[in-house]
């Protein structure tokens, strides 16, 4: 394929073709290990704090947390299909329903997102180094905060130091992402049972939070609340993965059977997301006891640590950072990127963007907030992802019955051309789907500018990812209903 196709370096280059067998190496446990590396990770860890915050008890925290899991899992199933069945990425699968050139909106999309993702997780990893330097030194470090910045020049160094670490994995591409997760799944897992012993020690149980109810009981602070502030959460905890969604076949083109990725994805995701959140729930209860405050951050609870402890849970602090980063946040925008400009952009120079854009988007201005994680940052970009999910499933299952001709989704002139590259269905559902949600986002993040947004508009944006996958499915299969879609399974395996 790539002897016929390769002269067309618009759409075409060796990191975006069709995997070969050669390459498909990845079996269940792989992504069992891939989502256990990726679910142990701080902000999958600080959720239910959130949620805690947000009115709820511990159980309900972690139900919540689990359902969302359950919910986003089915897309990454459907969605992880094609990419196993043709060895294809994400990038590519999206010209199918958005056109050979259309396709770069969702690629640019899903894109931007990661990158600010990366960032997030770089800034956890410079917190981290921070942290340790200054238990090292017996003093907090640093000094004044950096006008314009809002943090000081050592957190700054720390953030470019980790930023760094992070380049060996760029350079080395997929495998070494492959071979990270494999081997540092397990050590997480352990980690997690040596810190439940260790607070259940130290603080001679685990703690109140688990025994406190929620607010919305009768009687509690958000008596008869419990609906509106579930629902918003909900959406904000399947958009936490929303991303993973999307770009899972940047994955599963590896994998060895399409049984390999459905039973690894479904072992690695919900029940591990939820029992992290039980972790935290308990972890954070015995705080209360240890200091008497509930500590959800673990690496400030890893400071408060003595002697050789704090090193260790630091440093492993460290290596789940950048397992989780490497392939939840560098994997699918370096070949997003990549699909952009094929002959200039290879899936390693994509892997250079992204983490470049990181740099600027200046994380730790998205986490200065529990309401603007939430409300603005998680829901915000569901609102983006949801609609293309609902337009690839409706495209690929309804509309080609799984069947794609994968030579022309390499081929500006073929059945994927559309209109000079464009599905105008596609992009129209795209639109609708993401419109209702706008006026809501606003609201979220710049209540100031936008203080009389409509209830029907707020209520909508609580369930954004569910709105937009909604709309943009059923506009997407109303407009390709009956269209002629002359396609031929060229390069599939079961």
Request: aromatic share 14%; glycine share 10%; with cysteine.
């Amino acid at each position: 394929m790539s002897n016929d196709l390769s002269a067309n370096t618009q759409l075409w280059n060796e990191d975006l073709a069709p995997t070969s067998d050669a390459q498909r190496t990845w079996r269940w446990y792989h992504f069992a290990a891939l989502w256990v590396g990726m679910v142990m990770c701080i902000p999958a860890y600080t959720l239910s704090a959130s949620l805690i915050e947000g009115g709820m008890s511990g159980y309900q925290a972690v139900l919540t947390v689990f359902l969302a899991n359950a919910i986003v899992l089915l897309p990454m199933l459907l969605i992880g299909h094609a990419g196993t069945k043709y060895g294809i990425p994400y990038a590519v699968l999206a010209r199918a329903s958005f056109g050979t050139t259309g396709a770069r909106i969702p690629a640019l999309m899903r894109a931007i997102v990661a990158c600010g993702w990366y960032g997030i997780q770089t800034w956890f990893g410079g917190s981290m180094i921070y942290t340790l330097l200054g238990v090292m030194m017996g003093a907090e470090i640093g000094g004044a905060k950096i006008a314009g910045l809002g943090i000081n020049g050592m957190q700054l160094l720390c953030f470019l130091a980790f930023w760094a670490i992070q380049f060996y994995y760029i350079v080395h591409g997929m495998e070494s992402i492959r071979k990270l997760e494999t081997w540092t799944a397990p050590l997480k897992i352990l980690i997690c049972f040596v810190l439940l012993g260790w607070v259940y020690n130290k603080a001679g149980g685990f703690g109140p939070l688990l025994e406190q109810p929620s607010q919305f009981v009768e009687g509690g602070k958000k008596a008869g609340q419990f609906w509106s502030t579930f629902w918003p959460s909900l959406t904000a905890m399947v958009g936490f993965w929303a991303t993973l969604a999307l770009n899972i076949p940047d994955f599963t083109r590896f994998a060895k059977t399409q049984r390999d990725q459905i039973i690894g994805q479904s072992v690695g995701l919900p029940v591990p997301m939820g029992l992290l959140a039980a972790l935290a729930v308990i972890v954070t209860s015995a705080t209360v006891v240890l200091y008497g405050k509930a500590i959800w951050d673990p690496v400030d609870l890893a400071s408060r640590m003595t002697g050789i402890a704090v090193l260790i849970a630091l440093i492993v602090l460290l290596v789940d950072t950048v397992s989780v980063n490497l392939a939840a946040n560098l994997v699918g925008p370096a070949y997003d990127f990549s699909a952009l400009a094929p002959k200039h952009i290879t899936y390693r120079a994509g892997g250079y963007i992204t983490a470049g854009i990181a740099l600027v988007m200046m994380p730790w201005k998205i986490l200065e907030s529990t309401e603007g994680y939430i409300f603005t940052w998680l829901i915000g970009y569901s609102a983006l992802l949801g609609p293309i999910a609902g337009i690839l499933i409706i495209d690929y299952y309804f509309i080609r019955k799984t069947e794609l001709d994968v030579t022309d989704l390499y081929r500006d002139d073929g059945v994927y051309s559309y209109g000079n590259g464009w599905n105008v269905a596609a992009i129209v559902a795209f639109v609708l789907g993401v419109a209702p949600n706008i006026p809501g986002f606003l609201n979220a993040a710049f209540p100031a500018s936008f203080p009389d947004v409509g209830a029907v508009f707020k209520t909508l944006y609580t369930y954004a990812w569910f709105v937009g996958i909604t709309i943009s499915a059923l506009v997407y299969g109303v407009m390709m209903k009956g269209k002629a879609l002359p396609t031929l399974s060229t390069v599939a395996r079961a």
